[in-house]
Structure formats: C-alpha cells, structure tokens
C-alpha cells in the first residue's frame, strides 16, 4: 500500500513512476497499469532449479540464499538497464535488499527503504536463524551501507538494522507512511444497546503477527464482556481451539476495498504483534478514527505518539494485553471514545499527510550531492 499510495501522489504530480514486483502466479503478464504507474511483475519469487538442488546439498547450500539473492538482482538489474534506454531513470528506491549489482555498476543513483527484512524479523521475534539466511543478510548490509541515502518509517528499524551492521547508518531519514484518504466521520463508535463492540483484527498467517496471543487473551476477557464484543478476524487461522468464543468470526482474505469497509465498521483495531516495523494497520485504523490496541514493538509506539492516542501492550504479557483490550472495550462502551479517536486521526493528518511526504521524499533526492546527480 506505500508503494501504491506514494507511486500515485508522485504521478498526480507530474512524475514518471515505475514498479518492479513479483511475477503473476501464471508468470504471464509481465505489464500492466495501475492507474498511471507501470507495473512490471517480473521478478521471481522461488529459486531456479539449479539454486533449489544446491539448497538441498550439504555444506554448499548455505550459499544458496546469497545465489538466489545475485541471480534475482541481477535479473532485475538488466531489465532496469533496458528500462533506462526507453525513459532515463532519475532515482530508484529499492526494497532494503535491494540490487547488489547496482552497488558494483554504480549505474543508478538509489535509496535502501527500511521495511524489515526476512532476517530481521525472524531474529527480533525470537526465530531461529539458518548460515544461508545470515550470508544473505551481510550481502544485504553491503547493498544497504552503499546507498545514497536510507529511507525508513520509523526509528526503530534504524536502530535494529544499525545493529545488525555494527555501524551507524549517517545517511538515514525517517519518514513514516503516507495516507491517502482521511475518514471525517466514523461507521462505528455509535452504540445503542443492542449493539456489540467489534474488535477488527487483520494479518497474513504468520506467527510473527500476534494471532495466536490474540486468541488467548480474548479466552480471558470477563464473560459479562464476552457478551458485549464480535470479533472480526480476516486472513489469519487459529491453531488453537477456539470452541466456545461463538463471538469470534473467521474471514478468508477478501479484496483491499472491501477489507477497507470492513474495519470501517469496527470499533476497536487491534494489532498483537511479536515484532513489526510500522504496520500500514495502524496507519489507517487511526485514520479511520479507531480506537488502536497494538504491542509496544518496533516502530508501532513511534506511530501512536502518546497514550491518548491508543493503547500499547508489552506482548510478552498476556495480561497487559488482556488489560488494555479490556480497558478498550470500556472506553467504547461508556461512549466517552471522542477524545481518543480525534487525537489518533490529529496524530496521523500530523504525521502522514501525503502531500508533505513525497515532499520529503522528492527532497531527498534533489538534495544529493552533484557528483551523484550528474
């Protein structure tokens, strides 16, 4: 969603904007438009054959993530030389990882974009890290350390990947995501007493998300709340028995707009994870003027502000989160939410007002030194 919000303020003024992303599923369509941004999804998702054996042979396959690494940037790194020939390309913001060629060829000038590497959240969330996962990374931290200038939503990424480099990263800027639409009044938040609050919960499967402590502190809730709440939950799949909790209702992914509408109906948005960066969720949930539950993690804390914008939890305490999802559901209950929901939509016209960020962006790139410019 940045690149897709960022990548159409940049067209409407004026700017050529193109994306390289992951092949299609039928590996077919290597073009397409999305309003006036091109789109090329050509880069591969899965490892050649001949990466995938390697992976699979002892002692060498440690080296097959840093071969799958070279051979997608390289495979990328062509085609934005054969882009460059059509329309000269000014500036690339890649993805951390990014092209390690481009850091030999010098050919482009770039920026390293700090979303949270695959690394970097295993290792932040308390996963196991492999030798050929680690290889990939110092690769990574090359690429990164080379960079004209490093782009990232919050501090915290900074810091963790400064940590991970053992080196402070001087050409770092901070610039959380930009939002595009801002709600002036909320679906929800307007109860009568037939009405339930609903708690919105959405995410990729992934452990790493929170679902699972989700689900243990909502088997905690006091049974008189237990009858005031509907939990909508989209994407994610308990492991865990959830029997008895005849509030909850699973949801399979559905398109962004309705997903959208979804959780414009909510109450409460909650966002439980064991590790994130700066979730787009919580961007939109405060937009939206909801009221935000979120782990204290990352640079989510950087995107609340203060404690009357949202609550935090320590996610390492079930009952922290049980407390402030409990204080939560009060809060909208009494009817006495305004003050909240009005600060966190202040706090993110504050600080994702889509106009001044590709303003900061575009100054970036117009502030780089002649040398690189030319």
């Known amino acids: 969603m940045y690149v897709r919000t960022i990548g159409r303020q940049l067209t409407y003024l004026g700017h050529e904007v193109s994306v390289i992303c992951a092949k299609m599923e039928n590996n077919r369509i290597t073009y397409f438009k999305d309003g006036l941004i091109h789109v090329y999804p050509i880069m591969d998702s899965k490892p050649s054959i001949l990466i995938y054996y390697i992976s699979r042979v002892p002692i060498i396959k440690i080296f097959s993530g840093f071969l799958f690494y070279l051979h997608n940037g390289l495979k990328i790194h062509l085609f934005l030389l054969k882009l460059n020939r059509k329309i000269k390309i000014d500036f690339i913001e890649y993805s951390e990882g990014g092209d390690f060629w481009n850091t030999i060829t010098k050919y482009f000038k770039y920026s390293s974009h700090l979303h949270g590497s695959f690394l970097t959240f295993k290792h932040q969330s308390g996963q196991k890290i492999s030798s050929a996962e680690w290889i990939r990374r110092r690769v990574e931290h090359y690429f990164i350390r080379r960079s004209h200038t490093v782009i990232s939503p919050s501090r915290a990424m900074v810091r963790y990947v400064e940590k991970e480099m053992n080196v402070k990263l001087k050409n770092s800027n901070v610039i959380p995501y930009p939002i595009e639409n801002f709600s002036k009044n909320s679906m929800s938040l307007v109860l009568n007493k037939n009405d339930k609050v609903i708690i919105f919960f959405a995410s990729r499967n992934d452990p790493v998300k929170g679902g699972e402590l989700f689900i243990r502190a909502l088997k905690e809730i006091p049974d008189d709340l237990k009858k005031s709440i509907y939990v909508e939950i989209y994407g994610f799949k308990p492991e865990q028995d959830i029997v008895g909790l005849d509030f909850i209702k699973l949801n399979q992914f559905i398109p962004r707009d309705d997903l959208v509408e979804q959780y414009k109906r909510a109450d409460i948005c909650v966002i439980p994870s064991l590790f994130d960066n700066s979730p787009n969720t919580v961007y939109e949930a405060m937009a939206h003027g909801k009221i935000v539950v979120a782990s204290s993690v990352g640079g989510i804390p950087e995107i609340i502000g203060d404690k009357e914008n949202g609550f935090l939890f320590n996610p390492t305490d079930k009952y922290d989160f049980l407390n402030k999802l409990t204080d939560a559901i009060k809060l909208v209950l009494s009817g006495d939410y305004e003050k909240v929901t009005n600060n966190a939509q202040?706090?993110?016209?504050?600080?994702?007002?889509?106009?001044?960020?590709?303003?900061?962006?575009?100054?970036?790139?117009?502030?780089?030194?002649?040398?690189?410019?030319?």
């Open 346 to 374: 202040n706090r993110i016209r504050n600080i994702s007002n889509i106009k001044d960020n590709a303003s900061k962006r575009l100054s970036l790139i117009h502030h780089l030194p002649l040398k690189i410019l030319q």
